[in-house]
């Protein structure tokens, strides 16, 4: 069967040759390169349904397991970027160094909510999170609660800033134990230490103090406070007439 003359149209930069059978209908298909594009030719039916096959395929491709996997994975290894962490460190580093901290003061690295602390190899992680570093061990026995500490200290955030100092007062704080007027990390921290001991404790922001415009701290932020423990002192219910308090020597 002889095909009729063919007639011809312009699609973008193909010539499309549609050949037409005798009942109007497409019988063929053909390939035509010209100008180095490749022209797949056919009727409309062949067409559409080489439309359906591509986006077919293409919808299969976005699904793929193995696609999902690799863009999960970059998306941990974006957060967990050295180059980000060294970054974060030395901002950090720098921070410290205007806000002049003590020598071997912690690293924070913080991005958002999330922060790695970097210490020296020396110092202990407790189970709640409690992080301390002894500067020096004292003699005698640590204190029990009711009790009463006699202690110098200072307080530091992440930055290396200064927040308090008993020194700066001039005078050492005074507090009993087990009656809850201690931050819980301080408390923890310090429970276990001797007199004449000094260390470093870094409290988590989940042991940390209440948080508002009526203390220091106006962030849930990681802690430190260099304290001295320079004594122990047991305390005793006096009750005169009327009147009654406690007294500790």
Known sequence: MEPMPSSRSVLSSCDRIVVLAPSGRVSASAKRKEKGVVCILGGEKDVEEGRIRRRAAFSLLLASPVLSVAFSAYAKSKSMNPYDERRLLQQNKK??????????????????????????????????GLMYEDIKVGTGNSPKDGQQIIFHYVGYNEAGRRIDSTYIQGSPAKIRLGNGTLVPGFEEGIRDMKPGGKRRIIIPPELGPPVGPSTFFSAKQFEVFDVELLAVQGCQQRTIAFYSDVVCS
């Open 95 to 128: 921070i410290q160094e205007a806000n002049r901290a003590p020598e071997d003061f912690p690293n924070f690295i913080r991005e958002g909510f999330e922060v790695k602390v970097v210490t020296l190899d020396n110092c202990i992680t407790r189970d709640s």
